[in-house]
């Protein structure tokens, strides 16, 4: 697939994908989501690449939902606003399953403005690296809506559950220091740097084993919402597939190499 309105490179190992609408603040249209979901599809599949960093173009991460969207949805028959309002949630969710659900480490790396659904897509992603000019927005309310993204469950496991009401609430903008006190945010970086660093930190996280590293970030993104009976059963499965692994096999042969060398 051509892109155009993304953009998605590759380098030892690590996957950059770029919102590319600057001018528009890289908010969401339709099309934009489409060629989303592809490049996500693809870093996904490819097990060449072993983690995943996402920014924007330009000032802005993700200025949220195009406007342009929301106006042919209140352009629309009214007895078919509902149904493409179904229609288009369900395209939003399966874009941001995948984001999260994706079996790599993901890392957003904010360097700008990220409201409404672009602060969702970061919550989204596994870290959040953010520069001095990012800032976050739960703005959804301000346009009389709710927060469409994943915000209404990512948002408390990071800030707790009154602080994310108050958040959502107000739509208020937070910068990227109370950002990292009140834990949206794991690291601040320069803007010089935020790219070069996010990728360096993807590096770092997916060094080891992909095969661990996927099948623990899919029980770990479960763990609250399960037992501990469930997350022991869980383990057990993937302990047992992890036992069956190239990496695993390779890492035990060097280890046992290393320790008959030192007899």
Same mark, same amino acid.
């Given at each position: ?26 908010a ?17 599949a ?13 000032k ?5 939902g ?10 629309a ?7 493409n ?6 395209r ?6 995948l ?6 480490p993901?890392?957003? !790396? ?8 672009g602060? $969702? +897509?970061? %919550? =989204? ?5 953010a520069s #001095? ?15 469409d ?14 602080r ?15 950002a990292? !006190?009140?834990?949206i ?6 803007a $010089? +740097?935020? %790219? =070069? ?5 993807a590096? #770092?996280l ?34 047992g ?11 035990v042969?060097a280890f ?8």
């Amino acid at each position: 697939m051509d892109y155009t309105l993304i953009e998605l490179t590759v380098s030892e190992g690590v996957a950059t994908l770029t919102l590319n609408r600057p001018d528009k603040r890289n908010a969401m249209s339709d099309d934009m989501r489409s060629e989303f979901i592809h490049a996500l599809e693809s870093v996904t599949a490819d097990k060449a690449i072993r983690a995943l960093v996402l920014t924007g173009a330009g000032k802005g991460f993700c200025a949220g939902g195009d406007i342009s969207g929301m106006q042919k949805r209140m352009n629309a028959p009214a007895g078919e606003v509902g149904f493409n309002g179904w229609h288009r949630q369900q395209r939003v969710h399966h874009t941001q399953a995948l984001l999260h659900t994706c079996p790599k480490p993901v890392i957003a !790396a904010v360097n700008g403005a990220a409201s409404g659904l672009g602060a $969702d +897509t970061a %919550l =989204a992603c596994d870290f959040i690296i953010a520069s #001095e000019w990012a800032s976050f927005a739960w703005s959804y309310v301000l346009r009389g809506i709710i927060p469409d993204g994943g915000g209404m469950y990512f948002l408390p496991r990071r800030v707790g559950l009154a602080r994310a009401k108050e958040l959502i609430f107000t739509g208020r903008r937070v910068l990227v220091d109370e950002a990292l !006190a009140l834990g949206i945010v794991d690291r601040k970086t320069g803007a $010089d +740097t935020l %790219l =070069a660093d996010a990728q360096a930190w993807a590096a #770092e996280l997916s060094q080891a084993s992909g095969t661990a590293i996927a099948l623990t970030k899919t029980i770990l993104n479960q763990s609250f919402e399960l037992s501990s009976h469930d997350v022991f059963a869980q383990g057990s499965q993937a302990q047992g597939i992890c036992y069956t692994s190239s990496e695993h096999r390779a890492s035990v042969e060097a280890f046992l190499a290393k320790t008959a060398g030192k007899e």
